[in-house]
């Protein structure tokens, strides 16, 4: 599908100077509620998401969520934000699990943006959906690497005890495609987007102080 988004940042600068509906600064506004509020109030940067005019959706999810919070419907706040724009095939999902919708589903691909850090989004188009036995067959042969390796040690019964996070760092992949769904690991999110027809136009991931220089 055409189209394209694109992520513009903000610094605080920036931001300060923008003004509201009611033409007081950005900056003025933050001083005024610290004042009525008596707490600090930090606004170091925001983006923006602009199309080149075709309708994308976006969705958003914060950790801790903020979901059930008054007022939430019009704003999200948590230590770990993700917001993603999305078009929903016209074709439809090929299979939706149960009790989902695409909306739904794109607020999950939000919670694994949280969790594993994806760098971009990857090329679709080199993934390619494998059926049961495959999974299972490359788990198989993956733990067996792992064992003669050495990463991974059998018990006297011959279970297999994993380092997982060694396991995990491993197979990380940059490419949010790429990467084992957090709520599935059987498949990869690609494997997820295009059983449930949905196309990731671009993403963003924010932590609160994770990137920004120190200040005194």
């Given at each position: 599908?055409?189209?394209?988004?694109?992520?513009?940042?903000?610094?605080?600068?920036?931001?300060?100077?923008?003004?509201?509906?009611?033409?007081?600064?950005?900056?003025?506004?933050?001083?005024?509620?610290?004042?009525?509020?008596?707490?600090?109030?930090?606004?170091?940067?925001?983006?923006?998401?602009?199309?080149?005019?075709?309708?994308?959706?976006?969705?958003?999810?914060?950790?801790?969520?903020?979901?059930?919070?008054?007022?939430?419907?019009?704003?999200?706040?948590?230590?770990?934000?993700?917001?993603?724009?999305?078009?929903?095939?016209?074709?439809?999902?090929?299979?939706?699990?149960?009790?989902?919708?695409?909306e739904s589903m794109a607020r999950?691909?939000?919670?694994?943006?949280?969790?594993?850090?994806?760098?971009?989004?990857?090329?679709?188009?080199?993934?390619?959906?494998?059926?049961?036995?495959?999974?299972?067959?490359?788990?198989?042969?993956?733990?067996?690497?792992?064992?003669?390796?050495?990463?991974?040690?059998?018990?006297?019964?011959?279970?297999?005890?994993?380092?997982?996070?060694?396991?995990?760092?491993?197979?990380?992949?940059?490419?949010?495609?790429?990467?084992?769904?957090?709520?599935?690991?059987?498949?990869?999110?690609?494997?997820?987007?295009?059983?449930?027809?949905?196309?990731?136009?671009?993403?963003?991931?924010?932590?609160?102080?994770?990137?920004?220089?120190?200040?005194?």
């Amino acid at each position: 599908m055409p189209g394209s988004v694109c992520i513009l940042e903000s610094d605080r600068d920036t931001l300060s100077s923008l003004k509201t509906s009611h033409g007081q600064s950005v900056g003025d506004l933050i001083a005024l509620n610290i004042g009525q509020i008596g707490e600090n109030i930090v606004l170091s940067r925001a983006i923006s998401m602009t199309s080149d005019g075709s309708v994308f959706r976006l969705s958003g999810l914060t950790h801790p969520s903020s979901i059930r919070a008054v007022g939430s419907e019009k704003v999200q706040y948590g230590r770990f934000g993700s917001i993603m724009a999305y078009v929903e095939s016209e074709g439809g999902a090929i299979l939706m699990p149960q009790g989902e919708t695409g909306e739904s589903m794109a607020r999950q691909v939000c919670q694994h943006i949280i969790g594993m850090n994806p760098k971009r989004v990857g090329d679709i188009t080199q993934v390619r959906p494998r059926s049961e036995e495959e999974i299972e067959k490359e788990a198989k042969k993956r733990q067996e690497d792992l064992i003669a390796s050495g990463t991974v040690n059998v018990d006297d019964d011959g279970s297999a005890q994993t380092d997982k996070a060694e396991e995990e760092e491993e197979r990380l992949s940059d490419d949010l495609v790429q990467q084992d769904f957090l709520l599935n690991q059987d498949l990869t999110v690609g494997e997820i987007l295009l059983q449930t027809g949905i196309e990731v136009k671009d993403f963003a991931r924010y932590e609160i102080g994770k990137g920004l220089a120190q200040e005194d």
